[in-house]
């Protein structure tokens, strides 16, 4: 086996192999291979010089919504003064998740140096074709191989010829000949070396071949008085167009819906200083919405009061009463799947004191209590503008499954998700949830009520899947958007 590629390793572990390899001098790839070889000779250095710290506990690391895969780039850094943008590039790869080892050509030293590419990248970088340290066992070919994606940032003249007319003479032109990877160039050059004869026929001849370009730009060159297109993309542009590569856009299945939430709890007041309320979290109301925005939604999100940051690309409404996420409810209407995930408190005071109620000998002022309007049973008997899908919340702590049932029944809406929120669960402010999918079977009115229990999972993953039903939903029944 020439080669082997580890990935998915927690921090600590990285932290150890850096460690340990620079103080043996060795790559981080030399440095597995040696512990590989001491394990199965039995004589493995001891571990104690480079403890690694201990992994982030679940409940210190913050859940990212439609958090992304880790991919690798070998970036190939070739020479020309827009080197210097190259090192931005890395930064901005792995602010994308995106692993990046570089190597740098020749002429690339001598604008930009390997310490620095190293630093940005934390690997080692690579410039030799025969490097004995590498070259031991094809180290090009597992530069070109070992990684999702090879950039080429920027590709100069000279670089693009190479690879048009299959030249292998150094290590960068090596691995883009040996690769089975998508390529992406960012050329940069004098406008009129951009324009020439032969560097067109090379383009060409490269685009014939699969290979994907980005730019160049138009704008002020690096020598005086030169202007016009040969400028490299922006750092930015790169990672963006890298991205799309190794990440292809998901289907959108949701497209063209429009999605109605409600989430979080609702404040009652009592007077300007008071109100009544729960300790709902808003967290899985949240999560729907960002899961049915991924999926391609318009997605319109009432909220009551709540301590987290609005999802990107959903509308969202604030409120702090229940009458007034009914009325904003009512205002977003029509809508083909509503789903009514906020605690919305069930009582009101009858008369809100104008002023800050006060103790006195008489003991406690009387608060009468009226009924707040029933926000999912109004939407769910509507006989104009019902959504097609009308799915509630049903947060029990006792009889769980009979309640929801109940529930359903009761409210008029297709879908009851129910959840246990004892206080031993955990669940109201926490971070996981476990559900059960409470429907009548083929949507039909009097039809058995089926139960569908699903594990325990994150709020995330609980959206998620919630998500997905509704798209099996929408594609049996074959929803028209709402108008």
């Known amino acids: 086996m020439a080669s082997l590629t580890i990935r998915k390793l927690d921090e600590g572990v990285k932290t150890y192999l850096r460690l340990r390899s620079a103080k043996n001098h060795r790559s981080v790839e030399e440095e597995v291979r040696v512990i590989l070889r001491e394990l199965i000779e039995g004589r493995e250095e001891p571990l104690t010089p480079f403890s690694a710290p201990p992994a982030p506990s679940a409940a210190t690391t913050p859940q990212r919504i439609g958090a992304l895969p880790e991919a690798s780039v070998t970036l190939i850094i070739g020479g020309g003064i827009a080197a210097y943008k190259s090192l931005d590039l890395i930064r901005r790869l792995k602010e994308r998740r995106i ?44 530069l070109a191989r070992d990684c999702d994606l090879i950039v080429v940032a920027p590709a100069t003249a000279d670089l693009m010829a190479k690879m048009a007319n299959g030249h292998a003479d150094d290590l960068a032109s ?98 300007p200083v008071r109100y009544i309320a729960n300790r709902s979290s808003g967290k899985q109301g949240f999560a729907i919405a960002a899961a049915a925005q991924a999926a391609g939604a318009e997605v319109i999100l009432v909220s009551g009061p709540v301590d987290l940051d609005d999802p990107a ?31 919305v408190a069930d009582w009101r005071v009858a008369n809100e004191g104008e002023q800050k109620l006060k103790k006195t000998s008489a003991g406690m002022p009387p608060l009468q209590l009226v009924e707040n309007p029933d926000i999912l049973a109004t939407i769910s008997k509507l006989t104009d503008q019902r959504p097609p899908l009308v799915i509630g919340f049903a947060a029990e702590t006792e009889h769980l499954i009979d309640n929801a049932k109940s ?19 955990g669940v109201m402010g926490g971070d996981r949830n476990t559900v059960h999918l409470i429907s009548r079977k083929n949507g039909e009115k009097d039809g058995e009520i089926a139960v569908d229990s699903w594990p325990v999972m994150t709020k995330e993953q609980v959206a998620i899947e919630l998500v997905a039903h509704i798209v099996k939903s929408v594609t049996d029944k074959s929803l028209e958007p709402a108008s």
Not at 198 to 226: C, F, K, W, Y
């Open 313 to 343: 690309g959903v509308t969202v409404k604030h409120v702090e009463s229940a009458r007034q996420m009914l009325e904003q409810v009512q205002a977003a209407l029509p809508a083909d799947i509503a789903i009514f995930a906020a605690a």
């Open 174 to 271: 090596a691995i883009l000949l040996a690769t089975n990877r998508k390529i992406l160039l960012a050329p940069a050059m004098n406008p009129l070396m951009w324009n020439n004869a032969a560097t067109r026929r090379n383009v060409a001849q490269l685009q014939r071949d699969g290979v994907v370009l980005i730019g160049p730009n138009s704008g002020e060159m690096a020598e005086a008085g030169e202007a016009g297109v040969g400028r490299m993309s922006e750092a930015i542009e790169i990672a963006t167009a890298a991205e799309r590569l190794l990440r292809p856009p998901v289907p959108k299945p949701l497209a063209g819906t429009r999605v109605l939430i409600t989430a979080g709890p609702t404040h009652e007041p009592i007077d």
């Open 407 to 425: 529930k359903l029944a009761r409210k008029g809406c297709d879908w009851i998700v129910a959840n246990d929120v004892s206080p031993a669960t």
């Open 99 to 142: 692993e990046v080892r570089c190597v740098l050509t020749k002429a690339a030293q001598q604008f930009v140096t390997p310490l620095a590419a190293s630093a940005l990248s934390h690997e080692r970088v690579y410039t030799d074709l025969f490097d004995p340290q590498s070259e031991f066992d094809a180290g090009h070919i597992r």
